[in-house]
């Protein structure tokens, strides 16, 4: 990455006493495909609105290809967005809603030029048949299909995705996602896709930008992001099912949660309190083999047992909290089983500065 | 429940159209007829003399009276219908589209104090019209507006305005903005946008506003009154001029003039029946 396609240096914007965006400092390499993630309210759809021109910043500057953007219209702007709801006109055909952007002024398309792009893009979509339909009468699948027939069609210099697949029911939307992320690697323009969906995230990016309450919290590639998330809020943002906090002080060669369990072996100096996670797939889980042998500080009783497919994940208390802990499916637990759990230090993320696990509060942003 | 139904229909439709038949019959009565003093309602082909009969000999003479210049007034019908038609489609489709272009702005642009400015504009409808005639009066005096056709379009626009900016600020409201910001960021401007996608969704709306704003200028009658010696008479006001002219009232002719009068605003509210419908009950059903 020489010099980035896109630059985005402190982006701020307001609306009224919420700040949306927070000096929000992203670079994008031509041809990637960065997925923002956030959860409902974080100011995702905002960020690509103001890529986009839609909404005006209060501070800070936007370079496409080195060019700053403040001075361009949308129209100008040349980037395509591809909207949660509402991309198509309803009373039209899919085929004028996909001329629809080729016949803009400036474009300036001869009628067989128009017609060529309009077939390609459909087959690349797989949509030919459906180019004479009314948009209203298609499905919420075919309608993203055109949706986003309708901004490749252009071939834009970006391209902007605000959450196209959410409307979809679950099996369509990974069909989809797939589909797309193919796609966006052929056409290779790059692309800023916005989802709260961490699947999407995992699946489809190069890199991830983690986006919380209008602040860029992590940008990275997906397996960096989750498994050294920078902060416990990150780290609540992907994985399935939620990582776990414990706060833990180091104290004769262990790492001793506030009760005084035992987390893990340790040959930490003492110290402050600190905060560690714990994904679920990294606490082994093993079955008791008697009272005898077994280690008290290591029991946990089993709350519920969540069948999830390829494993099943346990839901249990121990340490005085409830942790998840994910077992093979071969495998058969039952609610109030005994079980003992094992964790390696190596596979504990440390936050030294932050003693606390985020709040309910930091979450609902 | 199905006979009541139609039996109010039935009555509701009766009282409604009593006055038109009745307007139409007298249209084609003679003259004494229509101020005898036993009501003459039935056509007939048989001349008989009797004072007492209700029946009419049917005569078309009254239309064709319409294109003769009557005692009292300066020019025939046509030409005060003409003033009506021009001052009524000019005002209607300068109110229409000055308040499509004002809604656009207060629906889509954070306008400082917009509500203020929506409050005000409605303001100009709290206060009877011709409590103004007055100082329209005198204004229109100084600058010589009196008497003209442009003045009654300027006067008609700026009544309907505030009608027209409300009505359409409702129908452009419910067009979501993401269908314009799809349009510019396929590469058109905001004109462009608002030509090719919020006009042709806001036709219903424009269709609606302009029966109403017709309907007001068509049948306005005090300042036609009041600003006009003779210049820009519309129908209304030269009916009401006819009276205490020494021939008379001209029944037959007032009634065949009214109901051709009464005419194009059946003749559009039917054309926009479609959309009039949908507009009426715009609003009131959400999907």
């Not at chain 2, 300068?94 to 004002?102: I, K």
């Not at chain 2, 806001?202 to 309907?215: D, H, Q, S």
Request: glycine letters at 8%; aromatic letters at 8%.
């Amino acid at each position: 990455m020489s010099t980035p396609f896109l630059e985005l240096r402190g982006v701020t914007r307001r609306f009224g006493n919420t700040v949306a965006l927070d000096r929000v400092n992203l670079e994008l390499g031509d041809g990637e495909l960065l997925v923002v993630l956030g959860p409902t309210g974080a100011g995702k759809t905002t960020l690509l609105r103001t890529i986009a021109g839609l909404e005006p910043i209060e501070a800070g500057t936007i370079l496409m290809q080195g060019q700053d953007l403040s001075k361009l219209s949308v129209a100008q702007r040349d980037v395509a967005l591809v909207f949660q709801n509402f991309s198509l006109y309803p009373d039209w055909s899919v085929r004028r809603n996909l001329e629809f952007p080729l016949r803009a002024p400036g474009r300036a398309l001869g009628a067989e030029e128009i017609r060529e792009r309009v077939a390609h893009s459909a087959s690349l979509l797989g949509i030919e048949a459906l180019l004479d339909r009314p948009a209203r009468l298609l499905s919420g699948g075919e309608m993203q299909r055109v949706a986003i027939g309708r901004a490749i069609v252009r071939r834009p210099r970006l391209y902007l995705m605000d959450e196209p697949l959410t409307n979809l029911d679950a099996k369509l939307r990974e069909t989809l996602r797939v589909e797309l992320a193919v796609l966006a690697r052929s056409l290779r323009v790059p692309m800023i896709y916005v989802t709260h969906d961490q699947g999407e995230a995992l699946s489809m990016a190069d890199r991830i930008a983690v986006l919380v309450a209008g602040k860029l919290q992590q940008v990275g590639a997906p397996r960096e992001v989750y498994s050294r998330p920078i902060s416990p809020l990150v780290a609540r943002q992907l994985g399935q099912p939620e990582i776990n906090f414990f706060t833990v002080r180091p104290h004769a060669g262990f790492l001793c949660t506030e009760d005084g369990t035992r987390l893990c072996a340790s040959a930490k100096a003492e110290s402050e309190q600190s905060l560690v996670g714990v994904r679920p797939e990294h606490i082994e889980v093993r079955t008791v083999a008697g009272a005898a042998g077994s280690d008290a500080q290591r029991t946990a009783v089993i709350e519920l047992v969540e069948n999830s497919g390829p494993h099943q994940i346990l839901v249990t208390r121990w340490a005085g909290q409830r942790v998840h802990a994910l077992a093979d499916r071969s495998r058969e637990f039952h609610v109030g089983d005994r079980v003992e759990l094992r964790i390696e230090e190596r596979n504990c993320v440390s936050w030294e500065a932050e003693p606390r696990a985020p709040g309910a509060s930091l979450r609902a942003t | 429940m199905k006979f009541l139904r139609w039996s109010v229909l039935i009555v509701y439709t009766l009282l409604a159209t009593l006055p038109l038949l009745w307007m139409a019959v007298t249209s084609i009565k003679g003259r004494e007829d229509t101020i005898s003093q036993h009501a003459r309602f039935i056509p007939t082909a048989d001349a008989s003399t009797d004072a007492q009969r209700h029946t009419f000999v049917p005569t078309t003479a009254s239309f064709a009276a319409l294109a003769e210049v009557h005692s009292g007034a300066r020019h025939n019908f046509w030409s005060y219908l003409t003033n009506s038609v021009v001052i009524g489609a000019l005002s209607t489709v300068a109110s229409v589209l000055l308040g499509t272009l004002c809604a656009y702005g207060f629906s889509r642009f954070p306008v400082p104090g917009a509500k203020d400015w929506l409050f005000f504009v409605l303001s100009t409808r709290f206060m009877p019209p011709l409590a103004v005639v007055m100082p329209v009066l005198m204004m229109y005096r100084q600058l010589g507006l009196t008497g003209t056709q442009t003045g009654l379009v300027l006067l008609y626009t700026v009544f309907n305005l505030s009608l027209s900016i409300w009505l359409m600020k409702g129908f452009i409201d419910e067009i979501p903005r993401a269908y314009e910001e799809a349009a510019q960021i396929d590469g058109y401007s905001r004109w462009d946008a608002f030509i090719k996608i919020i006009v042709p969704k806001a036709r219903t709306g424009m269709a609606v506003t302009a029966v109403f704003c017709l309907i007001s200028a068509w049948n306005e009658y005090g300042f036609a009154m009041t600003l006009n010696s003779s210049g820009a008479i519309t129908v209304p006001a030269y009916f009401a001029g006819l009276q205490g002219n020494i021939d008379g009232m001209p029944w037959p002719q007032v009634a065949a003039g009214g109901l051709l009068f009464v005419a194009p605003i059946v003749a559009f509210t039917i054309l926009v029946r479609r959309h009039l419908l949908r507009g009426m009950t715009f609003g009131t059903i959400k999907q």
